[in-house]
Structure formats: C-alpha cells, structure tokens
C-alpha cells in the first residue's frame, strides 16, 4: 500500500495539491492519478496538483499539472505558493529563491509570511482589439501569453442580449463567465491548445476580474498569469499604470507590477497571498 502524504495549499484562492517528493520518493504521476486526487468530489479536490522536487543549483522544481491531468504552461498563483511551500519545508535560507519549472528558471521572494512575489518572464506575445464570435456577437478582445494564453475582455465590450445594441454588462458578477469563457476556450482561432479567457471590469483604478481555465474547465477563484495579462491589456488599452491592484473571484488581491522599456514590458511580477490549509495523507490504490 502506498501512502501519499500531501499539503492542500491556496494562492488567492487557486487551490493546489503539492506532493514533495522528499516524503513521496516512490510517487509517480500519471493523467489519471492527477484528475482523481483533483476531483472535488471524489478527491482531495483542487484546481491543479504540484510536484516538488530538489534541484542542483536551484532550491527546488516545480512541476504543474492542471485537474484534468494536462500540463504545458506556467502556473502564477501556483508558483507563489510552490515558493512558500520551499520555505517551510526547508528549501530556502534566505528570502529569494530560484527554482526551475518545465526546464526554465524563474525567481522570487518571500516578502512577509504568506505574502509571496513571484517573478515571471516577459510575455511571449500581445495583440490588442481584435473580434472573437462569441454569445451570439462579435466581442472586443486583446490577448497576452503571459507563460499561459489569455483573453482579456471588458465586460462594457459584451452584450446581455443582441436584440439591445445598447444594452452591455456593467457588473462582473452578472458576467456568465462559464458560459463564454467555454465557447472561447475551444474557439478555432485558438486551437488546438485552447485559450484562458479573463473578463474585468476596472473601477477606481482597480481591476476587478474572474477566469475561464483552460485544463480546470471551469471559473476558478484567481489567475495569476491571467492577473499579468489583464494588467499588461490594461495598459495598454486603459493606460491604467504599474503597479495594478486586481481583486480576484475570491475576493483576494493581487499586485501585478512591470516596467516598459522600448515598447517591451519587462520585470514582469506578481504579488499576492499564499497559504497552507491543510496537510494530510491518502492511500493510492483509492485512486487507480
């Protein structure tokens, strides 16, 4: 019997599973054993499950693994908590870190206990206004690979009915984020990998915004990779200044901070809360 013994962590409301490989050294992952343990019915439940693992030259590698099992891009919100998972399991003796995630280095800092800034790459790609059909209209939509894909919508850009050419969302809590953001993901302009699909709303220079996960299907608490993109969109579109306050789904807040240097955006970072919320074990075989 193979016992794995886990840590549920959330970054901003995105839940984790994180598996440390020091306490697990015969644990394998699979598709199947990532969406079982991830299942908020049948499972532990999460938005996504973490291997940690010691690195040469590094403190740690992160390995990411969406709930359905898939892989393939960069986790913010998940990277800030991989980066306090290090601390206190021992993998830190200063504030910084590097860590190596999918063969690339990344950086960031412990600011205060469970406030934790994580250093992402420039963005591999921006394109602002263009037309996605969607909800039975033609919506207004920008675009940021911030490590993951994105979608940025205005929610005063999308229509509560087409019969009312004057009638637009005002509230994003009335946006159905599940209902477009699913049409959008699986939009041919975006296959075959698919497309996370943000929608804010920005009030008293604030953004306030809730995401379509690709790999979750579904609406998730917070997007730290959608909280950068939004932000870059943001400036872009709104001239809406660095550092950006977002408040998430959840009710949390994020930091997104950057410079623009020559028309490229670099120092990219992300800034928010990380914290443990439970530790427990679980026999594998219940998950075969």
């Known amino acids: ?30 598709s199947g054993i990532v969406s079982k343990l991830c299942s908020r019915r049948t499972g532990i439940g999460a938005d ?24 393939g891009s960069l986790c913010g919100n998940g990277a800030r908590c991989a980066i306090w998972f290090a601390r206190i399991s021992g993998r830190m003796n200063t504030e910084k870190v ?16 469970e406030l934790i800034k994580f250093n992402l790459h420039s963005p591999k790609k921006i394109k602002c206004n263009f037309k996605i059909k969607a909800y039975g209209q033609l919506i207004n939509a920008s675009f940021a690979d911030t490590g993951s ?5 205005s929610i005063s850009d999308v229509l509560k009915n087409t019969r009312d050419p004057k009638f637009f969302f005002t509230e994003i809590s009335e946006i159905p984020v599940y209902q477009i953001g ?30 379509y996960e690709r790999g979750v299907e579904d609406e998730t608490l917070a997007c730290g990779t959608g909280a950068a993109a939004a932000s870059l969109i943001s400036f872009v579109n709104e001239n809406l200044k660095p550092p950006v306050t977002l408040i998430t789904k959840g009710g949390e ?6 410079e ?15 914290k443990v919320i439970f530790e427990g074990s679980t026999n594998r075989n219940l998950f075969i």
């Open 1 to 30: 019997m193979e016992i794995i013994y886990f840590t549920k962590m959330s970054g901003a409301g995105n839940d984790f599973i994180f598996i440390d490989m020091k306490l697990n050294p015969a644990f394998f992952v699979s």
């Open 48 to 71: 996504g499950l973490i291997i940690i693992d010691d690195a040469a030259n590094y403190n740690f590698e992160m390995s990411y693994y969406n709930a359905d099992g898939s892989t």
């Open 260 to 274: 623009v240097e020559n028309k490229k955006v670099k120092n990219l970072s992300l800034t928010g809360p990380a």
């Open 182 to 211: 699913k049409e959008i993901r699986y939009c041919d302009d975006f296959a075959p990998d698919g497309t996370n699909v943000n929608f804010v709303s920005i009030v008293n220079d604030e953004i306030h915004i809730r995401t």
């Open 253 to 258: 807040k994020l930091i997104v901070d950057f």
């Open 98 to 113: 590097k860590f190596i995630s999918k063969g690339k280095e990344y950086s960031g800092e412990v600011i205060e206990d």
């Open 149 to 153: 894909p994105h979608v940025v919508i």
